[in-house]
């Protein structure tokens, strides 16, 4: 590796990846060291000391500095010493260059090898801090292929996991599109940075609020509940802190523009808005909409609601295979029993009798 290559090679490291030279030297004297040890034979003390600007390496052996040489391999005189360094004394240490054929070679391959292992630790810690910082956040990112039933996203900065588990069934996921995922966690492998990706987080959703709705993003609109059966359908409780403003409003838009951006993203699953109450029954209400409820009780010991509702309105409450108030119970965190109005008047009567 000649000198300027060498050079660029360090400062493109400094610049574009934060490695200190120090830290590339270091490395490379250590790397070289260990070239050098196998090259020399055994049980000579070397050390190895590398001029970055000249981009040159120099092996030394070190030699101890005594009154009366008995092994010249390890040792040497105090006058010898001295001619190398004036102010060596004895029990000293000093570096005697030492030569090494083809150390030359050697060295630029080891430089190579040293520079290219310290750029993917640099861009596998690079990736590991962006995206640390990134977790319980949403990250847009292109499909780039399936590996195993897992998908592998390219991030920009490096890449992300979508394991099974974490993908929304039938959802289907094309290489070259652009989605945005959840980021569950970002751990350090062998590998390198594994960063797990979902698209099934309920977490997802919130987020998708709180970036594509001012209002949300503002703190004038608060989401204070979401219900989530990711790829089918969703429930987002949403209360304003400015009487001027109207949170279901502000989050659906006109025509629901708004909110079918979201929809869109999550490749068209429903989400219904609703408004938030402090009031349980209220809420409860709310929760089940489309549905109109007729009549509600609420058992609070066992956090239990009982709600009526017209017959025409009960399978519109239950919803398709019990969603909607599967939904409705997880936005609210009550039980929901509904009945038909006509279910409830028949037992009534029975009472009577």
């Given at each position: 590796?000649?000198?300027?290559?060498?050079?660029?090679?360090?400062?493109?490291l400094?610049?574009?990846?934060?490695?200190?030279?120090?830290?590339?030297?270091?490395?490379?004297?250590?790397?070289?060291l260990?070239?050098?040890?196998?090259?020399?034979?055994?049980?000579?003390?070397?050390?190895v000391?590398?001029?970055?600007s000249?981009g040159?390496?120099?092996?030394y052996?070190?030699k101890?500095?005594?009154?009366?040489?008995?092994?010249?391999?390890?040792?040497?005189?105090?006058?010898?010493?001295?001619?190398?360094?004036?102010?060596?004394?004895?029990?000293?240490?000093?570096?005697?260059?030492?030569?090494?054929?083809?150390?030359?070679?050697?060295?630029a391959q080891?430089?190579?090898?040293?520079?290219?292992?310290?750029?993917?630790e640099?861009?596998?810690?690079?990736?590991?801090?962006?995206?640390?910082?990134?977790?319980?956040?949403?990250?847009?990112?292109?499909?780039?292929?399936d590996?195993?039933?897992?998908?592998?996203?390219?991030?920009?900065?490096?890449?992300?996991?979508?394991?099974?588990?974490?993908?929304?069934?039938?959802?289907?996921?094309?290489?070259?599109?652009?989605?945005?995922?959840?980021?569950?966690?970002?751990?350090?492998?062998g590998?390198?940075?594994?960063?797990v990706?979902?698209?099934?987080?309920?977490?997802?959703?919130?987020?998708?609020?709180?970036r594509?709705?001012?209002?949300?993003?503002?703190?004038?609109?608060?989401?204070?509940?979401?219900?989530?059966?990711?790829?089918?359908?969703?429930?987002?409780?949403?209360?304003?802190?400015?009487?001027?403003?109207?949170?279901?409003?502000?989050?659906?838009?006109?025509?629901?523009?708004?909110?079918?951006?979201?929809?869109?993203?999550?490749?068209?699953?429903?989400?219904?808005?609703?408004?938030?109450?402090?009031?349980?029954?209220?809420?409860?209400?709310?929760?089940?909409k489309?549905?109109?409820?007729?009549?509600?009780?609420?058992?609070?010991?066992?956090?239990?609601?009982?709600?009526?509702?017209?017959d025409d309105?009960?399978?519109?409450?239950?919803?398709?295979?019990?969603?909607?108030?599967?939904l409705?119970?997880?936005?609210?965190?009550?039980?929901i029993?509904?009945?038909?109005?006509?279910?409830?008047?028949?037992?009534?009567?029975e009472?009577?009798?």
């Amino acid at each position: 590796m000649r000198q300027k290559e060498m050079l660029y090679l360090f400062e493109q490291l400094e610049q574009e990846k934060g490695i200190g030279r120090e830290v590339l030297v270091e490395a490379l004297e250590m790397a070289l060291l260990s070239a050098a040890r196998k090259k020399a034979p055994p049980g000579i003390d070397l050390d190895v000391k590398f001029d970055l600007s000249q981009g040159k390496a120099t092996v030394y052996q070190l030699k101890d500095v005594v009154d009366k040489v008995e092994d010249p391999k390890r040792e040497i005189s105090l006058e010898e010493a001295r001619e190398i360094d004036p102010q060596a004394g004895l029990g000293d240490k000093v570096r005697v260059p030492y030569i090494i054929s083809d150390f030359g070679r050697i060295a630029a391959q080891t430089a190579k090898q040293v520079m290219i292992q310290k750029l993917r630790e640099a861009e596998r810690d690079m990736v590991y801090k962006t995206y640390k910082g990134r977790e319980g956040d949403i990250v847009s990112g292109q499909i780039i292929r399936d590996e195993k039933g897992s998908v592998i996203v390219d991030l920009g900065k490096g890449e992300g996991i979508l394991p099974p588990k974490e993908q929304v069934r039938g959802e289907r996921y094309r290489r070259g599109d652009t989605l945005k995922f959840y980021v569950v966690e970002v751990r350090k492998t062998g590998k390198g940075p594994r960063v797990v990706l979902s698209r099934t987080h309920p977490r997802l959703l919130t987020r998708l609020f709180e970036r594509e709705m001012p209002e949300v993003m503002s703190g004038l609109v608060e989401l204070k509940a979401t219900a989530r059966e990711p790829g089918e359908r969703s429930k987002v409780a949403v209360v304003s802190r400015d009487p001027d403003i109207d949170g279901v409003g502000a989050c659906v838009g006109i025509r629901g523009a708004r909110v079918q951006g979201i929809v869109r993203e999550l490749q068209g699953e429903n989400i219904d808005v609703v408004q938030y109450s402090d009031d349980s029954k209220t809420f409860i209400m709310n929760a089940l909409k489309p549905a109109i409820v007729k009549k509600i009780e609420l058992d609070e010991e066992n956090q239990e609601a009982f709600v009526v509702v017209d017959d025409d309105q009960f399978s519109l409450a239950i919803g398709k295979k019990g969603q909607n108030v599967r939904l409705a119970a997880k936005l609210t965190g009550w039980k929901i029993d509904i009945r038909p109005a006509s279910e409830v008047r028949m037992e009534e009567i029975e009472e009577e009798a």
